[in-house]
Structure formats: structure tokens, C-alpha cells
């Protein structure tokens, strides 16, 4: 059984830096790549980085490009999200998730192992 846990979200004003973390208890070292998602109030989920774990390749999506650093121990068991110069669009509870069979452009697909999120308030 594998459970993840995340830490570091809290509310910042705009332009702040927050390091988000996501531990791994359980078989995640199994897993081929991990990533975080957010989600706002009425919208969908989106991936918002993601690193494959052997090779520590790293994706992004263009909305965090420049800003956010995704990066993993050497241990493989805890998944870091480094985010600076935040923006009120960033607000949004964010998840780690890592894979069980399948990724996807650098994301985890099908059915993940999630985590119960942290939140992150950027304030104007």
C-alpha cells in the first residue's frame, strides 16, 4: 500500500516563494514518475510538473515554466515542488501523485497513487 503525503502549502502574497513537499510511504520508488497537479475552485485538474524518476527528466506546463522546480531526494521517496514568483492564478489546492503502471508525457496516467492535497492562497 503506498501513501502520499504532501506539506508546505500556506498563503503568501504575490511574487512569494513556496517549497512544497510529498512524502512516499510505501512502494513509490516502484514508480516510473510522479508529478504535482492543482485544482481551483471550478476548474479541472491540471498537471503542473512532472519528473521521471530514473532519469529525473522533468516536464512542465507553460504556466509554471521559469517558476516552479520539480525535484525528487536521492532516495526517491520524497517529491519537492519549488515555486517562486507566485501569482494569485496559482491559488489552488495542490496533489502529488505517482504512478502505478503508466505515465504520460512525464504525468502519471490511469489509476495513480494520490495524495490528500495542501493548499496554496497567493494574495494580490
Known amino acids: 500500500q503506498v501513501q502520499l503525503v504532501e506539506s508546505g502549502g500556506g498563503s503568501v502574497q504575490a511574487g512569494g516563494s513556496l517549497r512544497l513537499s510529498c512524502v512516499g510511504i510505501?512502494?513509490?520508488?516502484?514508480?516510473?514518475?510522479m508529478a504535482w497537479f492543482r485544482q481551483a475552485p471550478g476548474k479541472e485538474r491540471e498537471g503542473v510538473a512532472g519528473i521521471y524518476t530514473g532519469s529525473s527528466h522533468t516536464v512542465y506546463s507553460d504556466s509554471v515554466k521559469g517558476r516552479f522546480a520539480i525535484s525528487q531526494d536521492n532516495a526517491k521517496t520524497t517529491l519537492y515542488l519549488q515555486m517562486n514568483d507566485l501569482k494569485p492564478e496559482d491559488t489552488a489546492m495542490y496533489y502529488c501523485?505517482?504512478?502505478?503502471?503508466?505515465?504520460?508525457?512525464?504525468?502519471?496516467?490511469?489509476?495513480?497513487?494520490w495524495g490528500q492535497g495542501t493548499q496554496v492562497t497567493v494574495s494580490s
Open positions: 510505501g512502494h513509490t520508488t516502484r514508480s516510473d514518475c
Open positions: 501523485s505517482a504512478s502505478k503502471r503508466y505515465c504520460r508525457n512525464g504525468y502519471p496516467e490511469g489509476d495513480n497513487y
